[in-house]
């Protein structure tokens, strides 16, 4: 089993809709759960980030972590052509008092207007 | 704010030959990484870096790659012999002491002929 597991879609949705993307994870020394945004050709961009189980929102993002089931989501309402991106989840743990973060495949998403 | 920032955004070498691949942290941070990004895969994890040593490496960080911290800004990674399979877009991200989120630089496209 990957300790990442990310659908790469593609997803294509209509501008305005709410876009649900989601990973499930194996290893249980995950600590910190991210989600970033790579447009083609770019680098990473950090969206949000979560330590605990729960929401946590900004602005039309919404990060959803649910340790229990080891699942983690992220919301994305009224989206815009310009989310169109991939998003990538990322978990990371703390081996040896460093930080090591494991990405999922990254979903790709086109919004289209 | 503050930014990761990579040199060069392309490069394009011939098989056999060495690249350097520059990265100026964000300047408070402490920890240093390196990734790689084969077009259309996930992003992986190749090396960690704290108080000028290794702190992980993972299996493709191999005898032909290195990494230094020649002076208080930047971060490299050289790649002694390239092979055809080094081409991918290497991320450098940095983070600081509150052992929250790496932030990536924008990445440095290797096209290895």
């Known amino acids: 089993q990957k300790e990442v597991e990310q659908d790469p879609g593609p997803l294509s949705v209509p501008e305005g809709a709410i876009v649900s993307l989601n990973c499930t994870y194996s290893?249980?020394?995950?600590?910190?759960f991210m989600w970033y945004r790579q447009y083609s050709r770019k680098g990473p961009e950090l969206l949000m980030y979560?330590?605990?189980?729960g929401n946590k929102e900004d602005g039309r993002f919404t990060a959803q972590v649910d340790k229990s089931s080891k699942y983690i989501s992220l919301f994305i309402r009224d989206s815009q052509p310009s989310d169109s991106a991939t998003y990538l989840c990322?978990?990371?743990?703390?081996?040896?008092?460093?930080?090591?973060?494991?990405f999922g495949t990254g979903t790709k998403l086109q919004v289209i207007p | 704010e503050p930014e990761v920032t990579q040199t060069p955004s392309h490069q394009v070498t011939q098989m056999g030959q060495e690249v350097i691949l520059r990265c100026v942290p964000i300047?408070?941070?402490?920890?240093f990484y390196w990734y790689r990004q084969i077009l259309g895969q996930k992003v992986e994890f190749l090396v960690s870096?704290?108080?000028?040593?290794?702190?992980?490496k993972s299996e493709i960080f191999d005898d032909q790659f290195s990494v230094e911290r020649p002076d208080g800004s930047n971060f490299t990674l050289k790649i002694r012999s390239t092979k055809l399979e080094d081409s991918a877009m290497y991320f450098c991200?940095?983070?600081?002491?509150?052992?929250?989120?790496?932030?990536f630089g924008p990445g440095t496209r290797l096209l290895v002929l």
């Open positions: 991200a940095s983070l600081d002491r509150g052992y929250e989120t790496q932030y």
């Open positions: 290893n249980s020394a995950f600590q910190y």
């Open positions: 870096f704290y108080n000028n040593e290794i702190s992980e």
């Open positions: 990322a978990m990371s743990q703390f081996s040896g008092g460093y930080q090591k973060v494991t």
């Open positions: 979560t330590y605990s189980s």
């Open positions: 300047s408070n941070h402490l920890y």
